[in-house]
């Protein structure tokens, strides 16, 4: 493949405070702003359409941008004049049909040289109401294996600069699928159901992936006949081990910012929540009680872990604060609280609640101490996950009788189906694979 050069123009950070600066968007607030944005048709010269890599780099990036719940992309027929227009940059870019249109923003695509495989393109986002450029970036040598990638680069920039966060384009989803009643493998996947790759093939049940921060690892709980294991798959060979423990009982594995991995293992008659060391040896204890202590997830900081614990009867979440030591509860409501995960931002806890009308994903705000519910179905929905950026939420719902991948955000919102082939899936985590 060859290699893609990206020459960032410029990028130039909005300001919401007046009428002509409104594109930037609070994602973590209240409220979403919707954004309308216009894509002008991709262009080889004034008023001539890119119809070959051009057209196809057009389509993804409307695709990518269809999951983002603040995004609302203006259909062409809305613009009067249409979309081709005679000029991509400068003071002859036609701004006045899109304002019309009710864009707030427009994005133009030049291909200098044409646009078939090794060509260049110039992609340029501006504001449409004072014309204001806000970022562009240059991508050269594309062939067709490397327009998805110029796609994704170039939205999560746009992203980044709309939100302050794009990592949700560069993140992937790992997560286990049935492969018949008595085997379950490990998959990866974009979160837009891009790159679909399964990594692991062993007899028995793979489930609870976590991704390391780095890339360089996935765990996972494996089950086969006789055991359970903790499964670690190597990013840089494919290779996969299992890694047996006392007590055979392997729940819930999940990384820290550090890399080492926390783990609910057999210590006693109940698992405990135990640290492991970065040969995936025992550590130390990190939570442990007479009752059932498992599926911790973590903070950034990696001062804040949040888990599942019985110790009051049924199942509740918990958040230890490992700078002062101390457990509070933090699901307050209902029976059945379970499968919980903290943003990295520390800020919200997602989990799983047993409601009347089946379970749902809730979210409880660790600032303001509110709950609410974000899921509402049909079907089963559980096994919340946050996505780096603690704005994205992935989960799995059976509302169409297959369990499947979805994504909302920390607002709720319709949910968006992430595609990963047939067969029942489970356990959607994020994580990042080194570019």
């Not at 613009?79 to 400068?90: E, Q």
């Not at 595609?419 to 959607?428: E, R």
Request: glycine residues 10%; contains cysteine; aromatic residues 10%.
């Amino acid at each position: 493949m060859k290699k893609i050069i990206c020459y960032v123009l410029a990028l130039l950070f909005l300001i919401v405070g007046n009428a002509q600066a409104t594109t930037m968007v609070d994602i973590y607030g209240p409220g979403e702003n919707i954004v309308n944005l216009s894509m002008a048709k991709p262009l080889t010269a004034p008023n001539k359409e890119a119809r070959v890599l051009g057209a196809e780099l057009d389509n993804k990036i409307r695709y990518n941008l269809s999951f983002l719940p603040f995004m609302n992309i203006v259909p062409d027929a809305n613009i009067l004049g249409g979309t081709i227009l005679s000029a991509w940059a400068g003071a002859n870019l036609d701004f006045r049909r899109f304002q019309l249109g009710g864009s707030d923003l427009l994005v133009t695509a030049y291909w200098p040289m044409g646009d078939s495989n090794g060509s260049k393109v110039e992609l340029r986002v501006f504001e449409t109401f004072s014309g204001k450029f806000i970022f562009g970036n240059a991508y050269n040598n594309i062939t067709s294996k490397e327009v998805e990638a110029v796609a994704d680069k170039f939205c999560a920039d746009l992203m980044k600069a709309l939100t302050g966060s794009g990592d949700f384009f560069l993140s992937t989803l790992t997560f286990a699928k049935d492969a018949s009643k008595i085997k379950r493998d490990i998959w990866i996947v974009s979160p837009t159901g891009k790159n679909l790759k399964q990594i692991t093939s062993l007899k028995g049940l793979a489930m609870s992936p976590s991704w390391s921060p780095d890339g360089r690892y996935i765990v996972f709980t494996h089950i086969d006949e006789g055991s359970h294991a903790l499964g670690v798959w190597q990013s840089a060979n494919g290779r996969v081990k299992r890694i047996r423990f006392p007590g055979n009982t392997v729940i819930g594995p999940s990384f820290l910012p550090d890399n080492k991995v926390a783990v609910s293992l057999s210590s006693g008659s109940q698992p405990d929540i135990f640290l492991l060391d970065h040969r995936f040896k025992r550590e130390r204890v990190l939570e442990n009680s007479p009752s059932i202590d498992v599926s911790p997830t973590f903070d950034h900081s990696g001062t804040k872990m949040v888990f599942t614990s019985n110790r009051l009867g049924g199942p509740q979440i918990f958040l230890k604060d490992f700078t002062t030591g101390t457990t509070t509860r933090v699901s307050k409501t209902g029976s059945y609280n379970t499968e919980p995960t903290i943003s990295p931002d520390g800020t919200v806890v997602a989990y799983t609640k047993a409601t009347s009308e089946g379970h749902r994903i809730f979210v409880h705000d660790l600032v303001t101490g509110i709950e609410r519910q974000v899921s509402f179905g049909p079907g089963r929905d559980e096994q919340p996950a946050f996505a780096p950026d603690s704005y994205f939420l992935s989960f799995i719902s059976n509302r169409t009788g297959v369990k499947q991948v979805y994504l909302i955000t920390r607002h709720g919102g319709k949910a968006k189906h992430v595609p990963t082939g047939a067969g029942n899936a489970y356990f959607p985590r994020w994580g990042k694979i080194p570019r």
